[in-house]
């Protein structure tokens, strides 16, 4: 019974509606990425090997960076910090799409898959700390709500 109560006043907070819907979107895409890459570069010659650096690119950089965009998280805030860099990371990843989806020269992923790991350095920790902000006027029990509505959302997509 203490669920549904939770589940019923996070349904009434316009913010967490916002920011479940967009979460969930945004790993939709995220982890169909290297999905559909791995069809693509998989056809060309030495593909594998190929699909692998284009997957350390993105892996790389989101390790190296992600203390300076846990500072900048800290820092500014994170729905503006968020929304810019999956806007970028949409980007990104729509001129792979149009790379691919074109027959373009695999090598010009990198510096797109660059970009996306350095952007997702930024997105990572500003997600982990926005749930209290959403959920700030509320009660605690709300706040572990929104906790495990997120939960459910990442794993659902993953």
């Known amino acids: 019974m203490r669920n549904q109560s ?16 967009g979460q969930t979107v945004s790993l ?5 990425t290297p999905v559909s890459l ?12 190929l699909l692998g650096y284009i997957l350390a690119a993105a892996v790389l950089p989101n390790i190296l960076m992600l203390v300076i965009g846990g500072s900048i998280a800290d820092r500014y ?13 949409g980007c990104s990843q729509m001129g792979i799409a149009i790379i691919v989806l074109a ?21 990572s920790p ?5 749930i209290p902000e959403l959920v700030e006027s509320m009660c605690k029990i709300l706040l572990e709500g929104a906790n495990e509505w997120k939960k459910m959302g990442r794993h659902s997509i993953i």
């Open 6 to 21: 939770i589940f019923n006043t996070l349904s009434l907070s316009e913010k967490f509606k916002w920011f479940f819907l």
């Open 28 to 32: 939709f895409g995220s982890a169909m």
């Open 38 to 49: 791995a069809f693509a570069i998989l056809k060309v010659k030495q593909g594998q090997h």
């Open 77 to 89: 805030r994170r729905d503006k910090l968020i929304r810019l860099s999956n806007l970028g990371s």
């Open 103 to 123: 027959g373009g020269n695999p090598y010009t992923i990198f510096p797109l898959a660059i970009i996306n790991g350095i952007l997702g350095a930024f997105t």
């Open 126 to 130: 500003a997600m982990r700390g926005i």
